[in-house]
């Protein structure tokens, strides 16, 4: 099998790597391979950009599909034979080029250039409130290791404060610790009673920004300090912002995703089944619909 070898390059801000002697990819007898690096105008690369490689013919079926590497990188093995290929990452506009592959061939594409989105890519500085009504907080626990338990809170008010540079954006938000509901009264009370979030005592969870970062595109990164039953502990909110949409007023949405571990909050309570396997997975996963309105 024919191998294709790196060279030495150059990387934006004058990096360099050397492995001449390393084998990128062993190129198959039936195929080729694809290569390319994406960037962003400003000629850094992208990493995490979803790479497809498509037929033209057919049903136009996607061959195989991978996110670019660190350094934007992407490299696949297909099929000798017409292709598509198509680059893709939110706030990014959608690239595409043809690409034709011989048995034995590298089809090098060359670093390609993804463009801003402009109107997904970053909101309007302000004041914006979330709009209850159309968000939500849920969660989503682990039951004795065979299902998942579904829940949210739903009630819950908060602000976002958009600066001109959007790292020095804010968030916060307070959510009533009364309104977790899973759909069944009885579970629902135990996870208010002391056991759980002691909500008599601790009437609120409080969620404060201390850090907004620009990973790529539209996906952000959130820190803040989230406080349950009187337990100050630091998360990380990973965003992604969906756009600006006029609707009774301007909006602006994102969803997010983290983890919690039940323990650094002090919700300690557990049973155990048979075997050693806990009734309530110690691990719960948020998940966060946001729309917020901006205040004139």
């Known amino acids: 099998m024919a191998l294709l070898r790196r060279r030495r390059r150059t990387l934006v801000g004058g990096e360099s790597y050397r492995d001449a002697d390393h084998a990128l990819m062993p190129i198959p007898p039936t195929g080729g391979l694809v290569s390319c690096q994406l960037r962003n105008t400003e000629g850094r690369p992208l990493p995490g950009v979803a790479?497809?490689?498509?037929?033209?013919?057919?049903?136009?079926?996607?061959?195989?599909?991978?996110?670019?590497?660190?350094?934007?990188?992407?490299?696949?093995?297909?099929?000798?034979?017409?292709?598509?290929?198509?680059?893709?990452?939110?706030?990014?506009?959608?690239?595409?080029?043809?690409?034709l592959v011989g048995r034995g061939d590298h089809a090098a594409l060359?670093?390609?250039?993804?463009?801003?989105?402009?109107?997904?890519?970053?909101?309007?500085?302000?004041?914006?409130?979330?709009?209850?009504?159309?968000?939500?907080?849920?969660?989503?626990a682990r039951h004795i290791a065979l299902s998942r338990v579904y829940g949210q809170f739903t009630r819950f008010r908060g602000s976002i404060h958009v600066a001109e540079d959007l790292e020095d954006s804010s968030i916060d938000v307070v959510i009533d610790a009364a309104s977790i509901e899973t759909h069944n009264a009885q579970r629902d009370a135990h996870l208010r009673s002391q056991d759980f979030l002691a909500v008599d005592d601790h009437p609120q969870l409080q969620f404060s920004s201390t850090r907004f970062a620009v990973r790529a595109g539209n996906a952000w990164t959130i820190d803040g300090d989230l406080t349950i039953r009187g337990r100050t502990n630091d998360v990380r909110l990973d965003t992604t912002y969906l756009g600006t949409q006029s609707w009774n007023g301007t909006r602006i949405g994102a969803t997010a995703t983290t983890s919690l571990h039940r323990e650094h909050f002090t919700l300690n309570w557990q049973q155990m089944v048979a075997r050693g396997i806990p009734v309530v997975g110690s691990t719960i996963q948020i998940h966060l619909d946001v729309q917020a309105v901006l205040q004139l």
């Open 110 to 140: 060359g670093a390609l250039t993804l463009t801003p989105d402009q109107g997904s890519t970053r909101p309007s500085p302000g004041e914006w409130v979330i709009d209850d009504a159309h968000s939500r907080l849920g969660f989503v």
């Open 51 to 99: 790479v497809a490689v498509v037929e033209t013919e057919g049903l136009r079926r996607v061959v195989t599909e991978s996110p670019t590497d660190p350094f934007g990188f992407y490299t696949a093995a297909v099929p000798s034979g017409s292709y598509t290929l198509r680059a893709s990452l939110g706030g990014y506009r959608t690239l595409t080029r043809d690409i």
